[in-house]
């Protein structure tokens, strides 16, 4: 059964920073997109960052992390990472992971690329 399983999330301050997980299990295929998106109290979930699952891995972000956030993945440990430095508190808001099994060689941020989802980790930027 595939599934997907975030963690990391937290309580952090202004400018700190946090390395959220996402592992992936279940899959047949080594080729997968993975996504992350977030969703802030109140409003609509938005596309943050992606990587795609051939050609090196390449990778997406959205404009208001691009510069803070970082997506990498370690296929030996069907882990995606992202790594979230200098945030904000509008950065708040549950993480959720995606995957697109699909072996394409670019990633976006459209939710309706993708056919799994986690179940979300809440981070929380205050001070």
């Known amino acids: 059964q595939l599934q997907l399983v975030e963690s990391g999330g937290g309580l952090v301050q202004p400018g700190g920073s946090l390395r959220l997980s996402c592992a992936a299990s279940g899959f047949t295929t080594p080729y997968y997109v993975i996504a992350w998106f977030r969703q802030a109290p109140g409003k609509e979930r938005e596309g943050v960052s992606c990587?795609?699952?051939?050609?090196?891995?390449?990778?997406n972000y959205a404009d208001s992390v691009k510069g803070r956030f970082t997506v990498s993945r370690d296929n030996a440990k069907k882990t995606i990472y992202l790594q979230m430095n200098s945030l904000k508190p509008e950065d708040t808001g549950v993480y959720y992971c995606?995957?697109?099994?699909?072996?394409?060689?670019?990633?976006?941020?459209?939710?309706?690329?993708?056919?799994?989802w986690g179940q979300g980790t809440q981070v929380t930027v205050s001070s």
């Open positions: 995606a995957a697109r099994p699909r072996p394409v060689l670019g990633c976006n941020l459209g939710e309706s690329q993708y056919d799994y």
């Open positions: 990587i795609s699952s051939i050609g090196g891995s390449s990778t």
